[in-house]
């Protein structure tokens, strides 16, 4: 126990901070999330020693490149106001590694994180032992963590659990468990040295995910991405429903604070519902989590009644995505992480804001589209400060910078090894005249040590 346990101030649950630090450093002691292992049976395996915990609820599934993250809160809130207990399994995450499990909207305590993975640790051991002998690699970080997530809705225990995919699909941990209802969203080339090197091989993986009998909902897709989502649906006799014939967004607009979102849904239209987030992305993320609902609640044949879609969406959030986190100046993170990330945070910057000169710091892992991500940001950036997060897979900043020079000249590019030093001359920049605003993105590790940097500085006090 830390050794903060004499001081009367703090709760029970940052008293055993110390104690969830450690679990963490024990799934972090296995094969990381950048190297999954293509396999499912040694997590099946796993998962039957434990009574399979995927099995306890009905299971959305949400699989694609973009706007995964978004879309499975947007679902996970507004069934929320539908009276259902949702648990959320969603990643990477931002500051503290409890925001990856989610019952009821939020993170789970650090109690129940210490006493889930204690329950199933001695069934993973002997799951890795197994594998040991018979000469495969131990469960990796990701595998343990989804076993983990699993175990924890039951015990908590949920009506319904939404799972967010790590990489891909069909191979993917969570796809252990069989979604009635699977959630695509657009599909573009990303984790190309691990998917495919085409949208069509990367689609093809990702519909790995629909599962026979399955209701399938659809963003918009490039084609060769829809025709894999086609052929895997008739294999298995699942029902597919597209964006643009079976719902749409109607129309969004500008509104204080977000923007009004019309809906053709597939059982209703839901007109000018307010919607606390920024972007015609997000409008689409709207559109297809509430298809997703209508689906899982009545099959797409069932309303969503008005109280519950304007709860649902109303309070939806998207930490990290298009989030201020910083006044005089301000300042705006954004988890853009592939080009068709930056082009979206592009546009609704033009769309949203009013701004006349932008700084966009900028971080970015590695197997990314790094001169794909500078092109797009580049018409929106007065100047560059690259930098580097503290992940290991973090494109050192002096690579970074070579690629932003190149395309955008020497006179716009400012390099920094540090976060914290990128972010204080960008931020004085920004503060020497009016209508100028930063932009902190590239990847979601560098957005959550920025969003923990404003905090600790009080950028937004």
């Not at 679990?23 to 049976?41: I, Q, S």
């Not at 109690?111 to 002998?133: C, S, V």
């Not at 053709?264 to 689409?284: K, N």
């Amino acid at each position: 126990m830390s050794e903060l346990t004499n001081d009367p101030e703090l709760s029970d649950d940052a008293l055993l901070q110390g104690d969830a630090d450690a679990v963490y450093a024990e799934l972090l002691a296995r094969v990381g999330e950048a190297t999954p292992r293509v396999r499912l049976e040694p997590t099946r395996r796993a998962a039957a020693l434990l009574g399979d915990p995927q099995a306890a609820a009905p299971v959305i599934h949400v699989a694609g490149t973009n706007g995964k993250t978004s879309t499975a809160r947007m679902i996970d809130s507004l069934l929320r106001a539908h009276g259902l207990r949702t648990g959320l399994l969603t990643s990477p995450h931002l500051s503290r590694v409890n925001e990856r499990i989610l019952v009821d909207g939020e993170p789970i305590s650090n109690e129940a994180f210490i006493a889930n993975w204690r329950d199933i640790q001695p069934y993973l051991e002997m799951t890795d032992a197994q594998l040991e002998g018979e000469g495969e690699a131990p469960l990796t970080f990701f595998e343990a963590f989804t076993l983990l997530a699993f175990a924890s809705f039951a015990d908590a225990p949920v009506d319904v659990v939404l799972l967010e995919t790590g990489m891909g699909g069909e191979w993917d941990s969570t796809n252990i468990a069989d979604g009635a209802v699977a959630v695509i969203t657009p599909i573009a080339l990303d984790h190309m040295h691990r998917l495919g090197s085409t949208v069509q091989e990367i689609a093809r993986t990702k519909a790995g995910i629909i599962k026979p009998g399955a209701i399938v909902v659809s963003a918009e897709q490039d084609a060769t991405a829809l025709a894999e989502l086609q052929a895997k649906s008739r294999e298995v006799g699942a029902e597919l429903v597209l964006q643009g014939e079976a719902f749409d967004v109607a129309s969004s607009t500008v509104a204080v604070g977000g923007q009004l979102v019309s809906v053709r849904g597939r059982a209703a239209s839901y007109s000018e519902v307010f919607l606390p987030l920024y972007g015609t992305h997000q409008a689409q993320n709207a559109a297809l989590a509430v298809a997703a609902v209508e689906s899982f609640l009545g099959g797409g044949a069932q309303a969503i009644v008005s109280d519950v879609i304007e709860q649902g969406l109303a309070e939806s959030t998207s930490p990290g995505r298009l989030e201020l986190i910083g006044v005089d100046p301000t300042v705006i993170v954004d988890a853009a992480h592939n080009p068709q990330g930056a082009e979206s945070l592009v546009a609704a910057m033009r769309d949203y804001f009013d701004f006349d000169e932008i700084a966009v710091v900028l971080g970015v892992l590695e197997d990314k589209d790094l001169d794909g991500i500078v092109a797009r940001l580049a018409p929106m950036a007065t100047r560059f400060y690259v930098t580097q997060s503290e992940s290991e897979r973090a494109v050192a900043s002096d690579d970074l910078a070579y690629v932003v020079r190149n395309l955008v000249g020497a006179d716009a590019t400012w390099e920094y090894d540090v976060l914290a030093e990128a972010t204080d001359a960008a931020r004085r920049w920004a503060a020497e005249a009016p209508k100028r605003a930063v932009i902190v993105t590239g990847s979601i590790t560098l957005v959550g040590e920025a969003m923990d940097l404003a905090k600790s500085e009080g950028w937004k006090a």
